[in-house]
């Protein structure tokens, strides 16, 4: 059985692989950034969704690492009081 450490050494020598594997790493990492600020504030996810005006689910799928309207994302960072400073450093 390969294991996903094996699979990544096997193939992130290929450019397009290790592109598209960067690009899904900062996606995961800004969803940490985004689900620790939240619980950071002491707010559920229902309580960050009303403020942002946006639903629990669509919350759930950002920090979930999951594709998400920019608008919805924008709207969950203004929410949490997080800045462009915030995204650009978790992105870098």
Avoid: W
């Amino acid at each position: 059985m390969r294991t996903f450490k094996k699979h990544l050494e096997d193939n992130i020598k290929d450019p397009e692989f290790r592109d598209h594997y960067s690009e899904e790493k900062k996606l995961i990492e800004l969803s940490l950034k985004i689900h620790e600020a939240r619980e950071k504030s002491g707010l559920s996810q229902i309580e960050v969704a009303k403020r942002a005006h946006v639903t629990q689910q669509q919350l759930s799928k950002i920090e979930n690492g999951r594709n998400c309207n920019i608008m919805t994302f924008l709207k969950v960072c203004h929410a949490l009081g997080l800045d462009f400073d915030f995204i650009s450093k978790a992105v870098s």
